[in-house]
């Protein structure tokens, strides 16, 4: 009977290891770099705009410039909700991510959070990197705010509003 004990106890053991690494692997960090042939006070401002147009409000941003008098910087903005209400919210948040595993959860908000760190280069262009992290209200089971990576689609549109306001800026 102890044998049996111990074989179940492993079983289980093992899937509960088991499905804690999925929910790990599935929440890698996606990093979106992209070069944009602009100077870096054009691209801050760039930036900016796109997050204006959106609605959304920058937290933190600091620039210096380095010794070779190339600018670097880092825009980190609020949180911005882009989802609410309990009857969509999980669809969103879903296509942009793997939202946490919550057994009867109920999400009613879904956020975003953008990171920005910029790199002016010699040729006058900037390297942007851009990491997006995701969080959402469960309301049901923990009531509390669960965080987790972006998927890269929600970065993506960032850098492709980066990219066209770019494309069709007046000095």
């Known amino acids: 009977m102890k044998k049996y004990l111990v074989i179940v106890f492993a079983m289980v053991a ?3 290891v088991s499905s804690m ?3 790990l692997d599935e929440g890698v960090e996606v990093v979106t770099n992209e070069n944009v042939k602009k100077p870096f006070p054009v691209v801050w401002k760039i930036i900016h705009k796109a997050l204006d147009e959106i609605g959304c409000r920058v937290e933190v941003e600091k620039n210096a410039e380095g010794d070779k008098g190339l600018f670097k910087g880092n825009i980190r903005t609020e949180f911005y909700i882009f989802s609410t209400g309990e009857d969509s919210t999980i669809d969103v948040l879903d296509r942009y991510g793997v939202t946490p595993t919550i057994r009867m959860a109920r999400w009613i908000s879904g ?3 953008y990171k920005f760190v910029l790199k002016e280069l010699e040729d006058e262009s900037t390297d942007i ?3 997006c992290e995701l969080s959402g209200f469960e309301s049901y089971v923990t009531s509390k705010v669960h965080f987790w990576n972006s998927n890269g689609i929600l970065d993506k549109q960032m850098i492709d509003k980066i990219k066209e306001l ?3 800026w007046k000095d």
Do not use: P, T, Y
């Open 14 to 16: 093992f899937g509960a």
């Open 21 to 23: 690494k999925a929910q």
């Open 111 to 113: 956020r975003i959070q």
């Open 129 to 131: 990197r851009l990491v």
């Open 166 to 168: 770019a494309d069709n």
